[in-house]
């Protein structure tokens, strides 16, 4: 989509093709304006990756809080 607007159709055409408003069409510009597209596959990929990891994480912590928990009332 940013290749077409920046080869010279109006954006409105271009959002308008691909169902987005304008200012979707410009938060995806300034986040992956200047890549190239499997640039910014992998960009989704680590940034998916990462929310995984997060969450996995959280959960890990949550169990340690609930064994200390358990150990300080056994006590």
């Not at 929310?51 to 959280?58: D, E, I, N």
Request: proline share 1%; glycine share 6%; aromatic share 6%.
């Amino acid at each position: 989509m940013i290749k077409e607007q920046e080869s010279g159709e109006k954006t409105a055409d271009v959002c308008r093709r691909h169902g987005i408003s304008s200012a979707t069409f410009y938060k995806y510009k300034s986040k992956y304006g200047g890549m190239e597209p499997s640039d910014a596959k992998r960009l989704r990929a680590l940034e998916d990756e990462n929310g995984k990891l997060k969450k996995l994480l959280a959960e890990q912590m949550l169990d340690n809080a609930m064994l200390r928990d358990i150990n300080l009332k056994k006590w």
